[in-house]
């Protein structure tokens, strides 16, 4: 079966260009996630959504990020513009609630997209 | 205050030794699941074991294993008869409330080395 899938794997742009990273969730995953990891501030949430519908937005950091889920099998995160603090790995994983039974709702992640802000 | 505490920056074992790595929790919520993540060198983020605050049972999983105390808020992993690939980063993170809430709280991870 194949995992939640990212492109591209490493992104490399120039201040004040729109960068945009792409995932495809693991196929009937109802939920998807976008993180940020950096080494200052960890692994961080910056937007899910449920049934392609986005839930909480609180962790996008700025006005210059959005996300989007036109389906539900393909999910945006864009930067526009980018800045070189935002130089980071971004990871999307998805996951399966079964509402009543015994799944544990566990998050899988993808291989991140390595961006570098120059 | 932290959600997810991990203490150990770093970790040194010997092969075929088995490592406990810690984990330390906050939550006022009855209802809560703990994951820990493996992060190898190569960058991606791999699901080891999940506990449910009612689960009456440590989880275990092949060579891993949660020790997991309620009472003190810890989770730990425990790492049986370590092996050189299980060199890496490790994460514990939190999702407080029910299933289905699915926000999780990673902590800052501990680094570690297996020695051959």
């Known amino acids: 079966d194949a995992g939640v899938i990212q492109s591209p794997r490493h992104e490399v742009t120039e201040m004040g260009q729109e960068v945009t990273l792409r995932c495809k969730p693991i196929s009937g995953h109802d939920y998807l996630f976008w993180y940020r990891q950096t080494m200052m501030r960890g692994l961080e949430l910056l937007i899910y959504f449920n049934n392609n519908v986005p839930i909480d937005d609180s962790g996008m950091p700025e006005d210059r990020f959005s996300a989007k889920m036109p389906n539900a099998s393909f999910s945006t995160l864009k930067i526009q513009p980018s800045e070189p603090r935002d130089s980071a790995v971004y990871f999307c994983?998805?996951?399966?609630?079964?509402?009543?039974?015994?799944?544990?709702?566990?998050?899988?992640f993808g291989p991140g997209t390595r961006l570098t802000v120059l | 205050a932290q959600k997810i505490t991990q203490t150990q920056p770093g970790m040194f074992v010997q092969e075929k030794e088995a490592v406990t790595l810690d984990c330390t929790y906050d939550t006022s919520d009855p209802s809560y699941g703990l994951f820990w993540y493996k992060q190898p060198s190569s960058g991606e983020m791999i699901f080891l074991i999940y506990q449910g605050s009612y689960d009456q049972q440590n989880a275990t999983e092949g060579r891993y294993s949660l020790n997991f105390q309620k009472a003190r808020k810890s989770a730990n992993l425990v790492i049986s008869a370590s092996q050189l690939g299980d060199s890496a980063m490790y994460f514990c993170a939190m999702r407080e409330g029910l299933q289905g809430a699915q926000k999780l709280v990673f902590g800052q991870g501990t680094r570690l080395t297996i020695n051959p």
């Open positions: 994983a998805s996951s399966l609630w079964l509402a009543g039974t015994l799944s544990t709702d566990t998050q899988y």
